[in-house]
């Protein structure tokens, strides 16, 4: 009989065996997912966490409109959709407005090459002369954005709800609102470029951010980072 048992214990040690190899197996795998994950979250995550814009998450759809530029040119946000927009909102009596008008001017520079990505420049003044002027005198040069009249603020103020200049939104392919900042910023910075491939990229940071903190997947890496 005791061959019998051995060859039943072997089978059963082996059964065992191959059990314990599917089990570490499959824990490498988590394991190697997992890191997968927090990896893909790091990079969608890493320009975001560190701006932290307003909206981030909210997931809300940008309201469309259509407006003239100051050449008298119909544009439509909706003709814009498969590009990414970056949208500020200015008045020529708004001091902090022009005084980011150069960086804003160097951002659409660097992404000229870009084309899948579209500077818009709105302002609220009456007189697209003026305006141009105005662009001219913070410039020293043509403007290198688009730049477009909303002079009864039907749309900055009616449909954004901005009252305060300058407010910059970033809008992905997809015409969801992804960034809102209040107050000028550094627009030719390395980090807004970063979060601008993110957004060509599709690569959309799973977090939140509102008045009660960061929230959501990657809440943590946010953290990290040093953007709670």
């Not at 100051?70 to 708004?94: E, H, I, P």
Request: contains cysteine.
């Amino acid at each position: 009989m005791l061959p019998v048992f051995s060859a039943r214990a072997s089978r059963a040690l082996a059964m065992m065996g191959q059990l314990a190899f599917i089990a570490v197996a499959a824990l490498f795998v988590y394991g190697f997912v997992a890191m997968a994950k927090d990896s893909e979250r790091r990079r969608a995550c890493g320009a975001a966490c560190l701006l932290r814009p307003d909206y981030m998450g909210a997931e809300r759809r940008a309201p469309s409109f259509s407006l003239n530029d100051v050449y008298g040119r119909g544009v439509a946000l909706a003709s814009l959709r498969g590009k990414v927009v970056v949208l500020n909102f200015w008045s020529k009596t708004c001091g902090p407005c022009l005084e980011e008008m150069p960086d804003l001017a160097e951002l659409a520079r660097l992404l000229r090459d870009r084309r899948d990505v579209e500077v818009l420049a709105v302002s609220t003044d009456e007189g697209a002369n003026d305006v141009l002027q105005t662009l001219h005198t913070a410039l020293k040069e043509e403007p290198s954005f688009t730049v477009l009249l909303d002079s009864d603020s039907s749309i900055v103020g009616g449909k954004y709800g901005t009252h305060m200049f300058p407010e910059t939104w970033f809008i992905d392919k997809r015409g969801v609102i992804r960034a809102r900042f209040d107050g000028v910023r550094e627009w030719n910075s390395a980090l807004v470029l970063d979060f601008i491939d993110d957004l060509r990229r599709g690569d959309i940071c799973d977090a939140r951010v509102d008045e009660n903190g960061v929230s959501g997947r990657a809440a943590t890496v946010c953290e990290e980072l040093g953007g709670s």
